[in-house]
C-alpha cells in the first residue's frame, strides 16, 4: 500500500503543472474554450437557430445568443428527454442531474455530456487531489478508503429510449472510473439508496469498519451520517474510528456555520477541510491555498465564462462582463457556456473576485436568495459571516438556519425574521441576537442605514427551534437526500411560515 499510495500521489502531482499553465495564461485558456465550444455546436438545434456558423468572436456570441435561465432552455432540454438528440450538444445526453426547481417545475434537469462527465466532474475529482496531494506531500490519503456523500437516482424510458435523472453525486459515483471505485466505501448497492433515514444507518454501520481517509460531501448530510457513527460506535470523536483520516473535501453550502461541529468531531489538529464548487451545472472552483478559502478558478474544463453584476441580473438587457474585465470586489451572477449545451446560462450562484493573478473567488450566494425587501440587500455571504461571529462570540454552534421579511404591519416597522437550529442554544439568546445584529451592520452598509434609530427596520426576531426541525422540514417536502439545502434567505415569507406551522418555539427579540 506504501507503494501504491507514492505512484498514484505521484500522478496527482503531474496535473498541477497543467493547473499552472492556465493559472500563467487564463484569457488564452477560455479563449481556446470558446472556440472549441462554437465549433462543437455549430450543427445541433440551437446553434441552427443562432448562426452558430457565422460566430467569430466573443462580441458577436454575446450579441446573437440571449442570457439563458432554465425556463428559456426548458423547451430544448424538454426535446432531449423527450429522445431528440443533437438539440443543445452534438454527444449524446444520456443523463440528466436533478437539482432544485423552478417556480413553475419542482425539479430542473440538467443535462449532463459524457464530455462533461470526463472534461470537469472527473477532472475536477483528479485536481482537487493533485492540489491535496502538492499542498500535503506526506500525505498517505490513498493507504484508506473514501466516502462520498452520494445521491439517488434512477432510469426512465420515452420512445423506446432510456435516459437516466438524479442527484449530480449519484450520477458521478455511478460512472465513476475504475481507480476511484477501488478506493470508495460502501457498496453502490447502499451508497445510491433512495431511502435516507435507512441509507444514513447502513452508511453508517458499513464504512466505520474501514480506515477511512476522507470524505466529500455537503457539510450537513455528512454531519448526520458522523453522528450516526459515534451513535453506533459509541465513540466520543471520529478520530477515535478512524484515526488515518484526512481530509473532508466540502461544497454545496458554506462551512462557515459547520466548522467548529467538525473540529469537534475530528480535534485532531492534522484533519484537513477543503471547499470545492462543484455544482449540477459543472465543477467551477477548488481550494488551492491550505490558508485561504478562496476558490482557484478552474479554466480548462470545457466551461466559458462570462459575468453579470448582480445588481443587473435580472434586467432587460444585462451586460455580461468576459473573465479579462472583472474586478475584485463586484458581487457577479456567473453565466456559463458548456460542453453539455449549456449556452449562457446564468446558474443563479453569485461570486466575488478576490484575486485577478489568478483567478481566485468566493462564493456570495444565489442570485434569487436574498432579503430586498427595504433596501437592504442583505446576501448569505453576510448572514453566513454574522452567524459564525456571533455563534463564537457565545460559545454556540449551529446546525441550519434560515431568514425572511417581516413586513410593516400597522404602526409596526418591519424586521428580519430568523429561525435557527443550535447544536446547543446559547445561555442568552438576547446577546446572540444582538451580536447577529451588529455583525450584519458592520458587514453591510444598506442594512446598517435601514436599522438606524429602528426607522425602516427593527431588530432582528430570532425562533430558537428543536434540533430536527430542519431535517423534518425537508423531510416532509420530500426532499432528503445530500443535493437539497435548507434556503439562508427568501424574499418572501412562504418557507419560513411553513417551518412555523410545523413547530412549536417561542420567538426571542
Known amino acids: 500500500m506504501p507503494i501504491i499510495n507514492a505512484i498514484i500521489s505521484w500522478l496527482m502531482k503531474k496535473r498541477v503543472h497543467q493547473i499552472e499553465l492556465f493559472m500563467k495564461y487564463p484569457l488564452e485558456v477560455q479563449q481556446e474554450w470558446f472556440r472549441k465550444l462554437i465549433e462543437s455546436g455549430r450543427n445541433t438545434a440551437i446553434g441552427t437557430e443562432y448562426g452558430f456558423r457565422d460566430i467569430n ?55 449532463v455530456s459524457q464530455e462533461t462527465l470526463e472534461e470537469c466532474h472527473f477532472k475536477g475529482g483528479k485536481d482537487l487531489l493533485s492540489i491535496y496531494c502538492n499542498n500535503h506531500p506526506e500525505t498517505l490519503i490513498f493507504h484508506g478508503k473514501s466516502i462520498a456523500m452520494g445521491g439517488t437516482h434512477s432510469m426512465q424510458e420515452i420512445n423506446n429510449e432510456s435516459y437516466y435523472t438524479g442527484d449530480l453525486s449519484a450520477i458521478i459515483i455511478q460512472n465513476l472510473p475504475f481507480w476511484a471505485e477501488l478506493r470508495r466505501t460502501p457498496d453502490l448497492s447502499i451508497a445510491l439508496m433512495d431511502e435516507w433515514e435507512d441509507k444514513i444507518c447502513k452508511m453508517a454501520e458499513a464504512t466505520m469498519v474501514h480506515d477511512v481517509t476522507s470524505i466529500s460531501g455537503v457539510p450537513s448530510w455528512t454531519l448526520l451520517l458522523l453522528k450516526k457513527i459515534l451513535e453506533i460506535s459509541g465513540r466520543k470523536n471520529i478520530d477515535e474510528v478512524w484515526p488515518n483520516f484526512e481530509v473532508f473535501f466540502h461544497g454545496g453550502v458554506s462551512f462557515r456555520p459547520y466548522r467548529e461541529q467538525f473540529r469537534d468531531l475530528f480535534p485532531a489538529s492534522r484533519v484537513q477541510f477543503m471547499e470545492t464548487y462543484n455544482a449540477s451545472e459543472g465543477f467551477f472552483g477548488i481550494q488551492d491555498q491550505t490558508d485561504s478559502d478562496e476558490l482557484l478558478l478552474m479554466l480548462d474544463y470545457g466551461i466559458f465564462y462570462e459575468f453579470i453584476p448582480a445588481t443587473e441580473a435580472h434586467s432587460d438587457q444585462p451586460k455580461a462582463y468576459l473573465l479579462g474585465e472583472v474586478q475584485k470586489g463586484v458581487n457577479y451572477a456567473m453565466v456559463i457556456t458548456t460542453n453539455s449545451g449549456l449556452w449562457r446560462y446564468m446558474i443563479g450562484d453569485t461570486v ?13 450566494g444565489r442570485t434569487r436568495q436574498f432579503i430586498n425587501v427595504f433596501g437592504e440587500e442583505l446576501i448569505i455571504d453576510n448572514a453566513d459571516k454574522a452567524i459564525a461571529e456571533a455563534c463564537r462570540r457565545t460559545h454556540v454552534k449551529v446546525n441550519d438556519y434560515t431568514a425572511a421579511p417581516r413586513f410593516f404591519q400597522n404602526e409596526k416597522n418591519g424586521a428580519h ?30 442594512y446598517e442605514a ?26 416532509m417536502k420530500g426532499k432528503l437526500g445530500g443535493q437539497n439545502k435548507v434556503p439562508r434567505l427568501s424574499n418572501d415569507r412562504k418557507i419560513l411560515e ?11 427579540h
Open 450 to 475: 435601514k436599522r438606524y434609530k429602528d426607522m425602516i427596520l427593527q431588530p432582528p426576531i430570532v425562533h430558537i427551534v428543536p434540533s430536527g426541525t430542519f431535517y423534518n422540514w425537508l423531510k
Open 498 to 508: 411553513e417551518i412555523l406551522i410545523n413547530t412549536e418555539n417561542n420567538p426571542t
Open 352 to 364: 466575488e473576485f478576490t484575486s485577478l493573478h489568478p483567478f481566485r473567488i468566493r462564493i456570495t
Open 57 to 111: 468572436s466573443t462580441g458577436q456570441f454575446q450579441q446573437r445568443i440571449p442570457i439563458h435561465e432554465y425556463e428559456s432552455l426548458k423547451p430544448y432540454i424538454d426535446r432531449l428527454r423527450d429522445g431528440e438528440q443533437n438539440v443543445l450538444w452534438n454527444g449524446e445526453i444520456r443523463w440528466y442531474a436533478k437539482s432544485s426547481g423552478t417556480t413553475g417545475d419542482r425539479s430542473k434537469f440538467i443535462p
Open 417 to 446: 425574521e430568523w429561525i435557527i437550529e443550535f447544536h446547543k442554544p446559547p445561555d442568552d439568546p438576547e446577546v446572540f441576537c444582538s451580536i447577529l445584529d451588529h455583525q450584519l451592520q458592520s458587514l453591510n452598509s444598506d
